[in-house]
């Protein structure tokens, strides 16, 4: 089955300063990898997602980029705001439609 | 529509005693999962249903779990007996995967289950 690895666990930048987080996944089938935002004690909710005939996609701070050879793909936030502050997981969907989500990564933007 | 619809919301309950959780998906969306996440293993998917089929249970912990899908509007996940290592946030989502949808899986507000 697949497997999502993410990285970092945890990540603390300050304010202004951008965010990267990083995840990989092992089934070559996979072709829909969205990422999502879980504030303290709310429901995950999706931010951004890319599919894999795309190489990048950008909304306004928030931008994802993919390498279907090397099977990562990424999250980049610039300008970071208080309000970034949250957990982060990135997913894969599989061919069986079925999303198998990374462990996490819980970002702090420091004011 | 109101989005996918988790009940309880809070449940507080004695080990050995049992537990059903419920989920409303969003009306037309044919795939309904269950999550149940905690901070030591994260978000991990105990089953989903396609068309009210239970398509993989992999993730079911064991035999004391069950989920089933009467209908495409509701879906149970029960835990008899309950164990303390049972106690989590168990999420329902649900989407229709179809060539207009996103992709995107819509979650509920989740149920937190405190097994004492």
């Known amino acids: 089955g697949e497997n999502v690895e993410q990285h970092p666990s945890t990540l603390s930048v300050q304010e202004g300063d951008s965010a990267v987080i990083k995840c990989t996944y092992s089934d070559s089938a996979s072709n829909y990898f969205p990422w999502y935002k879980q504030e303290l004690g709310k429901r995950p909710q999706l931010i951004i997602d890319?599919?894999?005939?795309?190489g990048e996609k950008k909304d306004q701070r928030i931008a994802v980029t993919l390498n279907k050879t090397a099977k990562h793909f990424s999250l980049h936030i610039t300008e970071t705001q208080p309000e970034d502050s949250a957990v982060y997981f990135c997913a894969a969907l599989t061919g069986a439609n079925n999303l198998f989500f990374g462990t996490g990564t819980r970002l702090t933007v420091i004011p | 529509d109101a989005g996918v619809i988790q009940s309880p919301r809070h449940e507080v309950t004695e080990m050995g005693q049992e537990v059903t959780l419920r989920c409303k998906p969003i009306s037309g969306h044919d795939y309904l999962f269950w999550y149940r996440q905690t901070m030591m293993r994260g978000l991990e998917l105990l089953i989903y249903f396609n068309n009210n089929v239970p398509i993989d249970d992999s993730g079911m912990p064991e035999d004391r779990f069950s989920a089933k899908m009467p209908n495409a509007s509701f879906s149970t996940l029960k835990i008899q007996p309950s164990e303390p290592r049972d106690s989590a946030v168990y999420f329902c989502a649900s989407n229709t995967f179809d060539r207009e949808a996103t992709g995107e899986l819509f979650f509920g507000e989740g149920s937190r289950l405190t097994v004492l």
């Open positions: 890319i599919r894999s005939n795309v």
